[in-house]
């Protein structure tokens, strides 16, 4: 008996998705609930598991190609009878038993995909054998250094020039890359996009974390950060700003009573902005935890269609990777974004001293369309004047 594997349901906002990576061959053995391949979606990866136990017997789209809603994959014979008699359905190769327990990550199974190559040439260094993304890349580059000492090969991909080898490789953009390419397009073409700065006197919050650092990872089960402390300052300035908080429709302006922040995640597929729904609810404990839960599923790239989207203000740190100043660009349809940056020690004048203190450049990039100089202004002043005394968070003042 044949056994149809479709396309799963994807989301009314999400329009096809493209064929990742297959797990499986014609003729290998499957057994259900097993990873048979990977969708890509302009948003979340997906993965479709094999519906029973079986062989594979036919696929209808290869690697790379672009699928529907329902559309027929693949073919499963049901049961061990149906396998062919060859040898090779009789004894799996050593990819197809090990790809999935070598290389779990959605992220190493595409860098082996985009490089050619097969989990049983490399060895594993995590946890039960399973290959690292360091794993892939070491062997990349011990193979590489082999192949320029050696005679080059027809599959070379170096070209050896007068000054030395020079090398190119062309790989298609993730669905993901290409679909924030093209919203952060959209969003300078149809904002009136401007960024205002000011700088933030970090010195009490660093104190406030040294002093109950310990307290609160042992209560709560997870670190104080600083993500919580200015999630809740924005919060309450967006409370005094309404307007930050709002979007436009065509000719509408929608003023939100709800929060709900997008917090920017850098993945090896792309930037992705995971959504803390009613985060004025939230107490900093729960928001640090979701922040820290975000990150993680969103670079295994197991985060869902439904964390990503909505959002009516978005938080970004570039301060993270080092960068010390940016403009960041608003997530459309929001008309604000908040920017974070690098803490620096710096001498600043302190009643009439001067002192060293630890200070951040934060930015705000909003929609002239709807947000005066002056609204964007009061409100990053009130961002600043919550962190430097953070018991206004307490009192509401």
């Known amino acids: 008996m044949l056994i149809e594997v479709k396309v799963p349901n994807l989301p009314e906002s999400v329009a096809d998705a493209t064929i990742a990576t297959w797990h499986k061959k014609p003729g290998d053995k499957v057994t259900r609930d097993e990873n048979m391949l990977d969708l890509e979606t302009d948003k979340v990866v997906l993965e479709v598991p094999a519906p029973a136990d079986g062989i594979l017997q036919e696929v209808m789209f290869q690697t ?11 073919k499963i014979a049901s049961g061990t009878a149906a396998a062919p008699e060859t040898k090779e359905s009789q004894a799996p190769t050593a990819h197809s038993v090990e790809s999935d327990d070598k290389a779990a990550s959605p992220a190493v199974r595409r860098l082996l995909a985009e ?25 990349i580059a011990a ?29 298609p953009m993730s669905r993901l890359r290409a679909k924030v390419a093209e919203r952060l397009l959209e ?39 600083f993500m919580s402390f200015f999630t809740k300052a924005v919060i309450e300035s967006l409370k005094r700003f309404p307007v930050v908080n709002a979007s436009i429709d065509g000719q509408d302006i929608v003023y939100h009573g709800f929060y709900d922040i ?83 020690e710096k001498p600043i004048a302190e009643n009439g001293q001067v002192v060293i203190r630890p200070m951040m450049y934060i930015a705000l990039s909003y929609d002239h369309r709807l947000i005066d ?7 990053l002043v009130s961002v600043k004047e919550l962190l430097e005394d953070p018991s206004r968070l307490l009192l509401g003042v």
Do not use: C, W
């Open 143 to 171: 193979n590489r250094a082999q192949t320029t000492s050696s005679t080059p090969s027809v599959k070379t991909l170096a070209v050896p020039m007068a000054s030395g080898p020079r090398e190119e490789r062309r790989v």
């Open 115 to 139: 490089n050619d190559l097969q989990p049983a040439l490399i060895t594993g260094t995590g946890k039960d054998g399973r290959i690292s993304k360091e794993d892939v890349l070491a062997f």
């Open 262 to 344: 997008g917090v920017a995640v850098s993945t090896e597929r792309g930037l992705v902005v995971p959504v803390l729904r009613d985060a004025d609810q939230l107490s900093m404990a729960e928001i640090e935890k979701k922040i820290g839960d975000y990150a993680s599923r969103a670079r295994q790239g197991k985060l869902t269609i439904e964390e990503m989207q909505g959002g009516t203000f978005t938080i970004t740190n570039g301060g993270v990777f080092g960068s010390l100043l940016s403009t960041p660009i608003i997530h459309s349809p929001q008309t604000g974004i908040l920017g974070m940056h690098k803490i620096q």
């Open 64 to 74: 790379g190609d672009t699928v529907l809603s329902g559309q027929l994959l693949a």
């Open 373 to 379: 100089g002056k609204d964007s202004v009061q409100f």
């Open 187 to 225: 969003a300078q073409h149809n904002a009136a996009m401007l960024t205002t700065f000011n700088e933030v006197n970090l010195k009490a919050v660093m104190d406030l974390r040294a002093h109950y650092k310990e307290a609160f990872e042992k209560k709560h089960g997870v670190k104080l950060g």
